[in-house]
């Protein structure tokens, strides 16, 4: 079982850009939600999607938009980049109905805006 | 809102010290988890602590719902004990996480 794998572990970009960082649920997982962590912070949620759907949504403006897929998998896209989204986004997956005690993150993708 | 406060911030602990870390949260909670964040950014479950105590190993974790508080013990420390420990509660589905206890186990 690979857990919960993210791509790519490092990614740089500059102000104004558009980033796109996937995740791909554990095994037997169908809900994916997505965390920004900034440095030194502990991780905020972002959001959480399940059936191709966004569920629920934390504090975080329209730039911030995700997708799932048929197989789970999701992506997080972010749209014009501030340096303030400079953070490690995590990316955590559970089963449907599971408590957070069922909750998986992955190693999470390190973003850098200049 | 929600607030859970860690402390202390920072601990540096010779190996085989012994640690306790606190987690304060502000309202009643019926769950709370604790994490260990390894130098490579992965949080890994320690324990899903909403009351009571638990203990795996060298590491234990009492959680008293009604005073709004759970602590993290850690015994012999050891040097891959190092990193940053969080505890977060759940909140509808999502959870919501302390700044964090970032440990440092010297050899």
């Known amino acids: 079982d690979a857990g919960v794998t993210q791509s790519p572990t490092h990614l740089i970009k500059t102000r104004g850009q558009q980033v796109t960082l996937r995740c791909s649920p554990k095994?037997?997982?169908?809900?994916v939600s997505w965390y920004q962590q900034a440095l030194g912070q502990g991780p905020q949620f972002i959001f959480q999607?399940?059936?191709?759907?966004?569920?629920q949504r934390g504090n975080f403006p329209d730039r911030f938009s995700g997708h799932q897929f048929p197989n789970y998998s999701s992506e997080l896209n972010v749209n014009a980049l501030l340096l303030g989204d400079s953070a490690l986004y995590l990316c955590?997956?559970?089963?449907?109905?599971?408590?957070?005690?069922?909750?998986?993150f992955g190693s999470g993708t390190q973003l850098s805006v200049l | 809102g929600i607030q859970v406060e860690q402390s202390p911030p920072d601990l540096i602990l010779q190996e085989g010290a012994n640690s306790t870390l606190r987690c304060n949260f502000s309202?009643?909670?019926?769950?709370l988890q604790w994490f260990h964040q390894n130098p490579w950014g992965q949080l890994i479950n320690l324990f899903y602590i909403p009351s009571g105590t638990k203990q795996n190993g060298r590491l234990s974790a009492t959680t008293v719902a009604t005073e709004r508080y759970s602590l993290l013990y850690i015994s012999s420390s050891q040097t891959t004990d190092s990193g940053v420990y969080f505890c977060?509660?759940?909140?509808?589905?999502?959870?919501?996480f302390g700044k964090g206890t970032k440990l440092s186990v010297k050899p």
């Open positions: 955590a997956s559970s089963p449907r109905g599971g408590g957070i005690e069922k909750l998986f």
């Open positions: 999607y399940y059936e191709e759907e966004e569920r």
């Open positions: 095994s037997g997982h169908d809900t």
């Open positions: 309202d009643s909670v019926n769950n």
């Open positions: 977060a509660r759940g909140s509808q589905g999502n959870l919501i």
